[in-house]
């Protein structure tokens, strides 16, 4: 048995559109896919290593030794972070995955990475999820380097989705990431950051990436 788990994205949440069309689809072949709430409830103390541990107890509370991540934006990373952590993460699917997480956020925000002094305790970010802007603590910028040295080398079967006309994480971030691991691929999407423009075929193409892997069958 496999269990399947979707990661949502940065400032959104477990019924998201796209996590909402997934759960609908996987429910349609009657299997079970998990959403958590990656924020623990908290998202203004939310950091990489808070969201990570969510994921790992979830991952302690299964009886089987097979799991598949799907992720979104920021979700896409944690569940690239994940893999490398568990062996029990077979493959992962990953839309717009958030790779380089920490410089794009030190380049957006006009911070030194290395000069904490200059950042504010906490920045003003707009939330999806609640439809209006919250706090989050930079604190998630210094965990996040934490988080930069993990090699990633771990070869786990991928799938990357991303749009040709992202704004929030350029399509370069996932190029680069398939350049140095052939046991990835990339489809560029004629879409954004969201790709909800592609949404439908985005789920019929995450069911066939694991059904050619042997992982879920739709029979």
């Known amino acids: 048995m496999t269990e399947f788990v979707y990661l949502h994205g940065f400032a959104s949440g477990p019924s998201s559109k796209k996590a909402s069309a997934f759960k609908n689809k996987f429910k349609e072949i009657g299997v079970s896919l998990i959403t958590p709430d990656l924020e623990g409830g908290n998202f203004e103390n939310m950091t990489l290593t808070s969201q990570v541990n969510i994921v790992l107890d979830l991952l302690d509370q299964f009886q089987c030794k097979k799991v598949c991540l799907i992720g979104s934006s920021m979700g896409g990373y944690l569940a690239t972070l994940v893999a490398q952590r568990r062996v029990e993460v077979k493959a992962t699917y990953l839309m717009a995955p958030g790779f380089n997480f920490l410089e794009r956020w030190m380049r957006s925000l006009k911070l030194?990475?290395?000069?904490?002094?200059?950042?504010?305790?906490?920045?003003?970010?707009?939330?999806?999820?609640?439809?209006?802007?919250?706090?989050?603590?930079?604190?998630?910028?210094?965990?996040?380097?934490?988080?930069?040295?993990?090699?990633?080398?771990?070869?786990?079967?991928?799938?990357?989705?991303?749009?040709?006309?992202?704004?929030?994480?350029?399509?370069?971030?996932?190029?680069?990431?398939?350049?140095r691991r052939p046991w990835c691929s990339l489809k560029e999407l004629d879409s954004d950051h969201g790709l909800l423009s592609h949404l439908e075929w985005i789920v019929d193409d995450c069911m066939a990436f694991f059904k050619r892997l042997g992982i879920l069958s739709t029979e």
Do not use: M
């Open 112 to 179: 030194d990475c290395y000069d904490e002094t200059c950042w504010d305790p906490k920045i003003q970010i707009f939330h999806y999820r609640y439809d209006e802007t919250k706090y989050i603590r930079t604190d998630i910028f210094k965990d996040a380097k934490n988080w930069k040295s993990l090699g990633l080398k771990r070869e786990v079967p991928s799938r990357i989705v991303h749009g040709t006309h992202d704004e929030v994480v350029p399509i370069d971030e996932s190029k680069k990431f398939i350049s």
